[in-house]
T-cell receptor, first 113, second 110 residues
Framework: DVKVTQSSRYLVKRTGEKVFLECVQD?????MFWYRQDPGLGLRLIYF???????EKGDIPEGYSVSREKKERFSLILESASTNQTSMYLC????????????FGQGTRLTVV | GIQVEQSPPDLILQEGANSTLRCNFS?????LQWFHQNPWGQLINLFYIPSGTKQNGRLSATTVATERYSLLYISSSQTTDSGVYFCAVIKGWGAQKLVFGQGTRLTINP
């Protein structure tokens, strides 16, 4: 079974802190994604990566950066956390076509105070 | 970009009832997935179904790609089926990003 693991299920950080959310997948998937989920706004793509050291902006990249130094690990970085980044963060991975089935981690509920 | 619409937004049923959730999409797609979000927030894969019909126990799904819709059927509902069901699609192979619908919140009462 594909396993996508996020480093924390719950996280509380202070405004202005630098925050790292880590995601690891064990199935040698090329693609990895970070989404955030907010009530009324659904799931929105922040960044994705289709290879090591490669990244592309999603729909809402402002205030975030990412790092992919190894194929299995994709990190989301909040350079200076703000209260409007309080959200549920979901990491996913998938293969390249033709089978692009995506698998998600358990999610990280981040609260910025 | 592609639009994904799910209906109904909310559905409340008694245990044992059957339900049908619908997903409409505005353009041709190469991938369609159904997920169930559990109470802890994790998205659980139900079906990867760009076209055709699949069944897994009490759940089945049908995607009619030419008419741009997919249906998720849940038979003999149980309280553990409660949660939010999402449909998500990938339009093309260039940018393999899932676009999500807004979800259907299903509540199964005992």
């Amino acid at each position: 079974d594909v396993k996508v693991t996020q480093s924390s299920r719950y996280l509380v950080k202070r405004t202005g802190e630098k925050v790292f959310l880590e995601c690891v997948q064990d199935m040698d998937h090329e693609n990895m994604f970070w989404y955030r989920q907010d009530p009324g706004l659904g799931l929105r793509l922040i960044y994705f990566s289709y290879d090591v050291k490669m990244k592309e902006k999603g729909d809402i990249p402002e205030g975030y950066s990412v790092s992919r130094e190894k194929k299995e690990r994709f990190s989301l970085i909040l350079e200076s956390a703000s209260t409007n980044q309080t959200s549920m963060y979901l990491c996913a991975s998938s293969l390249t076509p033709p089978n692009t089935e995506a698998f998600f981690g358990q999610g990280t509920r981040l609260t910025v105070v | 970009g592609i639009q994904v619409e799910q209906s109904p937004p909310d559905l409340i049923l008694q245990e044992g009832a059957n339900s049908t959730l619908r997903c409409n999409f505005s353009d041709s797609v190469n991938n369609l997935q159904w997920f169930h979000q559990n109470p802890w927030g994790q998205l659980i894969n139900l079906f990867y179904i760009p076209s055709g019909t699949k069944q897994n126990g009490r759940l089945s799904a049908t995607t009619v790609a030419t008419e741009r819709y997919s249906l998720l059927y849940i038979s003999s509902s149980q309280t553990t089926d409660s949660g939010v069901y999402f449909c998500a699609v990938i339009k093309g192979w260039g940018a393999q990003k899932l676009v999500f619908g807004q979800g259907t919140r299903l509540t199964i009462n005992p």
